[in-house]
């Protein structure tokens, strides 16, 4: 007979059910973790939004409500359906409390990860950041893009714990133009 294995459809059954139970407990079985609530990607923003402008900031700004649950130890960011691929200056990424214009204190990453394959980045924070925090992740473009046009990125989070389930934030939009704008 053969061999049948029940993980991901126990992990699709235990995803159904919290979304239809939400309270539910934080921790499955073997170590497992997932958020109660979804974090929420509330902001993307650009300091420059023209095309080929070196020394410009992209702005990331995520929500964890006070009933996510679990705190947030990791974020992976993937720039999508694109026609050229941003490259970054990694060793500059930079996270703190609050949004661009309302600052608060900084954020500690202890390790950044780029996938070479697909282009993901992955952040992950010394001290996970607690339910109930708003918080910006700030990247260095190495220069923006040369073609006009949007640029999506999808997010996914990741909770504190042994085996965490990461969660899909939706999709973060940074436009670029032919002549673009500034902010401080």
């Avoid at 990331?60 to 974020?75: A, M, S, Y």
Wanted: proline share 7%; hydrophobic share 35%; no cysteine.
């Amino acid at each position: 007979m053969g061999y049948i294995n029940f993980k991901p459809i126990l992990e699709i059954a235990s995803i159904l059910t919290l979304s239809v139970f939400p309270n539910l407990a934080m921790e499955l079985g073997s170590g497992t973790t997932m958020f109660n609530k979804s974090p929420r990607l509330v902001n993307a923003i650009t300091t420059s939004s023209g095309i080929r402008v070196k020394g410009a900031k992209y702005y990331f700004t995520i929500e964890l409500g006070n009933d996510v649950g679990e705190p947030l130890e990791k974020l992976t960011l993937q720039q999508v359906q694109t026609t050229q691929v941003i490259n970054y200056y990694l060793d500059e990424t930079f996270a703190f409390e609050g949004e661009p214009i309302n600052r608060g204190k900084s954020l500690t990453i202890a390790r950044i990860k780029r996938n070479l394959d697909n282009e993901a980045i992955t952040l992950i924070f010394d001290n996970p950041i607690d339910p109930g925090t708003t918080f910006t992740v700030g990247l260095k473009p190495q220069q923006n893009p040369e073609l006009a046009g949007v640029y999506p990125f999808s997010f996914i989070a990741y909770p504190k714990g042994e085996k965490p389930l990461g969660l899909y934030l939706g999709l973060g939009r940074l436009r670029f133009y032919q002549r673009g704008n500034h902010f401080p």
